[in-house]
Each structure stands twice: as structure tokens, then as C-alpha cells.
């Protein structure tokens, strides 16, 4: 039996498929490369490039490797994209989830792992975040996972199709032993951004907004490791598979960090002197998002084990490094 992990190409997705084969599970990606890198999914881990609205090559690749689950990442996944253009989230996520459940029920798989994200929750009313607080999207990003989340709930309760949605955080870091880590193009994120300004890839960081009501006015973010995120989705399958019950959870560390904080933290790991400016919030950005994951912990058996900002920002900042470094091997040797 097989795990299709959707979206594997991708930053989480990567560092996740690889988890699951050091776990020794079979799995198999499909991914439109859009986004995701060839590159970072293992050469002896069958790949499918293409889209969640082929049905057809969904129903393919359930009967062909005798998919029992399904671990869900392809997506859209910027807050401010989502603002800009807002349909392509509304098509991407919610109407790719909805041909991936079509197909999965008729081909009887009845499992699924989804990424959601914190951005359900909107501006919080407080911290840490319950699972059970109100969820009210302050972005098309978080909107789209949310109906996911709903559609998922419909398709437990018609279909049998049992879910565990996972609400991240901040997602950050790398591979601890390097082979794979945070690639997007372009890079919108805090922490590979104040790592390439570190590296002289880019002149300076702009803070989005230092007036926001937090102790020294710039948001406040929960960073979760990538391999503990992916670590989540192991725990998360293996509870889907032994209890048969759906749910939802928040994966985050429990403790914040200001945007001035990470890039003190990045200036410490890089030995740089960043330079930084500050700009206008950008649109669709709460203030503070902290994680309570108490119910991941004593549901799901998650039990991070890189909550340390440092750990995070140094297996980063290494990945970081060692592709810059061996870029410029190539550069010169040519
Ligand atoms: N941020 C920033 N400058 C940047 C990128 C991000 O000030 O160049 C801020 C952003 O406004 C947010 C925090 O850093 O408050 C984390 O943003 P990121 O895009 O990494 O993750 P998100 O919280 O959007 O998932």
C-alpha cells in the first residue's frame, strides 16, 4: 500500500516525503512543478507531474500503486498573492481538493492528510490559538482552507472519508543533515529572506509594518521546524489509520517571535550585520499568531523536536550557505 503525497515537490511536501521513506512507507508525488523542484523529491520515489484537476491521472495513479492515503500540500499558499488574485486560490485549492476527493472516493481511499494553516483564524482574539476558536480568514489564502476543511467534514460524514487537517504555523528550516530546504521563487518568506540578504543575494529586509499592537510593534510568529512538520503528518496518518477519526489541529512551538527578534536571531546565525527597512503592513497580516498544539501532543503523539528558534534558523541558514557556496563551485569551474 502506497501514500500519494500531493504538492511533494514542494517545500513542506519534500522535507515530508522524505520523512516518510526514512519511516520506510511507500509513497508516490504528484506535483505541477510550478512551485516545487524536481530536484528535491528522491530519485527512487515515483513522480507524476501534473495537476489535481486531471482527474484522470488521479484515478490513474490510485489504481496503479493501490493508494490507501493521500497527504495533501499541492496549493497556493501566499497571504498577499491570495489578496491580489483571489480566484486562482478559489480554483488551485478548492476546486483541486474537490477533484482529489472525487477521485479518491470513487476509487475507495478513505484517508487524507491536509495542510491548513493558521491563516483560518484571522486576527485572533486571543493566544495561544485553540482549535476550537473562531475561524475568521482574514485573506483568500486562509478562506480557501478553511472551506477545504468544511468540504473534508461533508466527505467524512457522507463518504467515510476520514481527514486530519493540520493548521501551521510558521513553517521554517531545513533538512538537519542538508539535502533539502526552503526554495521558493520568488522568496517571500521572513527567514530565507533575511538569510539571502545575509549572503549578499539581496540589499537590505523590509519590515511590513512596525506599528502593530505587540512590544516592539512588528507581528509576532510561531516558527515550527519543517521535519517536525513533517513529522506531524507521519503521526497524523498513523492516527487516521489506528483510530478511523478525523480532526484538526494546530502544529506550532506555543511561543512567539517579533519579526525584529527573527532577524536578531538570523543576524546571530549568519554573523551579518542585516541591514533593514520598514515599509507598510502588508495587506491580510494579523498581528500575532501563537499555536496552542496541546492537542496534537496528547491526540496525534507529536512531540517536536526542534522548537528552538536558533535550531531552526541554523539548519536554515546551513542549507542556505552550502547551495550558495556550491553555486558559485559552478559559476567558477565553468
Ligand atoms: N515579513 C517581513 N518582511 C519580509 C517578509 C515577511 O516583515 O520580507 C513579515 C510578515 O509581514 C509576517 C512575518 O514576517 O509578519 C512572517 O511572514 P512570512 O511571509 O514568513 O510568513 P506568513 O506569516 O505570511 O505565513
Not at 11 to 39: A, C, F, M, P, W
Not at 158 to 163: T, V, Y
Amino acid at each position: 500500500m502506497t501514500i500519494l503525497v500531493t504538492g511533494g515537490a514542494g517545500y513542506i511536501g519534500s522535507h515530508t516525503v522524505l520523512y516518510l521513506k526514512e519511516k520506510g512507507e511507500s509513497v508516490v508525488v504528484l506535483d505541477n512543478l510550478l512551485t516545487g523542484h524536481r530536484q528535491s523529491v528522491l530519485n527512487d520515489v515515483p513522480f507524476y507531474m501534473g495537476s489535481l484537476h486531471d482527474e484522470q491521472l488521479l484515478s490513474y495513479i490510485c489504481q496503479n500503486h493501490n493508494i490507501e492515503a493521500v497527504i495533501h500540500f499541492a496549493a497556493n499558499s501566499l497571504v498577499g498573492e491570495s489578496v491580489k488574485d483571489p480566484l486562482s486560490y478559489y480554483e488551485n485549492n478548492i476546486a483541486g481538493t474537490l477533484s482529489l476527493l472525487k477521485v479518491m472516493n470513487k476509487n475507495n481511499v478513505k484517508r487524507i492528510v491536509f495542510s491548513s494553516t493558521a491563516a483560518v483564524y484571522g486576527e485572533p482574539k486571543s493566544v495561544p490559538i485553540q482549535e476550537e476558536d473562531p475561524a475568521i480568514p482574514t485573506n483568500p489564502y486562509g478562506e480557501t482552507k478553511l472551506a477545504i476543511e468544511k468540504m473534508l467534514h461533508w466527505a467524512d460524514k457522507a463518504h467515510g472519508i476520514k481527514s486530519v487537517a493540520l493548521r501551521y504555523f510558521n513553517a521554517a528550516g531545513a533538512d538537519p543533515e542538508g539535502r533539502i530546504g526552503e526554495e521558493h521563487l520568488p522568496e517571500t518568506h521572513l527567514i530565507p529572506i533575511v538569510l539571502q540578504a545575509a549572503l549578499g543575494q539581496r540589499e537590505n529586509i523590509t519590515v511590513f509594518g512596525d506599528d502593530y499592537p505587540t512590544p516592539d510593534g512588528t507581528c509576532v510568529r510561531d516558527y515550527v521546524h519543517v521535519m517536525d512538520l513533517a513529522d506531524a503528518h507521519y503521526c497524523a496518518l498513523q492516527k487516521i489509520r489506528n483510530t478511523k477519526e478525523s480532526g484538526i489541529y494546530n502544529l506550532g512551538n506555543g511561543k512567539g517571535f517579533s519579526v525584529k527578534e527573527v532577524i536578531e536571531v538570523c543576524r546571530e546565525v549568519a554573523q551579518y550585520d542585516i541591514k533593514i527597512e520598514t515599509a507598510q503592513r502588508r495587506t491580510g497580516d494579523p498581528a500575532v499568531l501563537v499555536a496552542s498544539s496541546q492537542k496534537a501532543r496528547d491526540e496525534l503523539k507529536w512531540h517536536p523536536r526542534y522548537p528552538d528558534l536558533k535550531t531552526i534558523v541554523t539548519d536554515a541558514w546551513n542549507w542556505h550557505k552550502n547551495k550558495a557556496e556550491s553555486f558559485s563551485v559552478v559559476q567558477h569551474s565553468k
